[in-house]
């Protein structure tokens, strides 16, 4: 049985500075055995831990698209930001990867959720919607987001969206093992989601991310986006 925290950040995102050495250690000390690396508009992160991380990665990205972000899972090159959905979509699934709707109704998060009014006109697209996110600030959002899944029978994923090492494992889902995209979904369509919720103090960690990257004049290729 896999423990996967299916939404962690690197340092290859624009608001996180978690080195790959700092995520292999923490999710050996948390029982982590396969991560979602999903950083902002690039799956290099991704693509690099895997080739040094001693459990299951798989290769993630959030791409940003006029209704909200967009995760990509079971990638095999990045896809730019931004872009439109319908391209969004078009490119993951050309690269026969998994489209995942990252915490949808967190509105307080601004651009990078999907927009509420247009969640109905992707869904018939959609693989996995994130319904646990511990960083959601949003009351309620998380619930909405598990019904939302049920209702339309899409397996429902958790992830940290550590942007630190020490949100690592705040969230996961018990899966068995799989291999590939569709043994995947059914993995986690039977998976059991544990998780709680991050101190929102996290959020300044964000934040001093980007003012650090900035000041050391490394924008990174999303430096105008929301946080994650």
Not at 14 to 40: K, Q, W, Y
Not at 47 to 64: T, Y
Not at 123 to 143: Q, W
Not at 144 to 170: C, F, K, Q, V, Y
Request: aromatic share 6%; net charge negative; charged share 25%.
């Amino acid at each position: 049985m896999l423990r996967a925290d299916l939404h962690v950040h690197t340092k290859h995102s624009f608001d996180c500075s978690t080195s790959f050495e700092e995520i292999i250690e923490r999710c050996g000390l948390r029982g982590i055995t396969c991560v979602a690396i999903a950083d902002h508009a690039t799956a290099e992160g991704a693509l690099k831990l895997r080739e040094i991380a001693p459990f299951r990665v798989i290769v993630a990205e959030e791409v940003l698209t006029p209704w909200g972000e967009v995760m990509g899972m079971f990638l095999k090159e990045s896809i730019p930001s931004p872009l439109s959905v319908q391209e969004t979509l078009a490119r993951i699934h050309d690269q026969e990867g998994l489209v995942c709707i990252p915490h949808p109704f967190d509105t307080l998060r601004g651009t990078s959720a999907f927009r509420d009014d247009r969640l109905e006109e992707v869904l018939p697209l959609v693989n996995v919607i994130e319904v646990f996110n511990s960083r959601s600030l949003m009351p309620g959002a998380n619930a909405r987001a598990r019904r939302l899944a049920r209702e339309h029978g899409i397996a429902g994923s958790a992830g940290s969206d550590a942007h630190t090492p020490a949100e690592i494992g705040n969230s996961y889902v018990e899966i068995s093992d799989f291999d590939g995209p569709q043994q995947f979904l059914k993995a986690l369509a039977a998976g059991k989601i544990v998780g709680r919720r991050s101190n929102p103090a996290v959020h300044f960690s964000s934040t001093w991310s980007k003012i650090t990257k900035r000041s050391g004049k490394e924008p990174g290729p999303t430096e105008h986006r929301q946080e994650g």
